[in-house]
């Protein structure tokens, strides 16, 4: 759970950053979003693919150590 705790963490501060630093530039709020999640917006099928495989294997594996640990501690 610190694992999926600190990477949401480093999301959340690093995604207010790159708005802040946009906001700053003079851009509104919506604007700063659409920046925000446009490198997303081009990605192909393919790269889609691997984006939501490899998100889905880390949720997985957080989620297996995470039952082995609460298994472990009965």
């Known amino acids: 759970m610190k694992i ?3 990477s949401l963490l480093m999301m959340g501060c690093l995604m207010g950053f790159s708005l802040g630093i946009d906001i700053l530039q003079g851009f509104d709020v919506s604007q700063a979003l ?3 999640v446009s490198p997303f917006r081009v990605m192909e ?3 889609l693919f691997v984006l939501f495989f490899l998100l889905f294997l880390f949720l997985a594996e957080s989620a297996y150590l ?3 640990e609460r298994n472990q501690s009965k």
Do not use: D, L, R, T
């Open 45 to 47: 099928v393919a790269e």
């Open 66 to 68: 995470f039952i082995k």
């Open 4 to 6: 999926i705790g600190i």
């Open 34 to 36: 659409y920046n925000a």
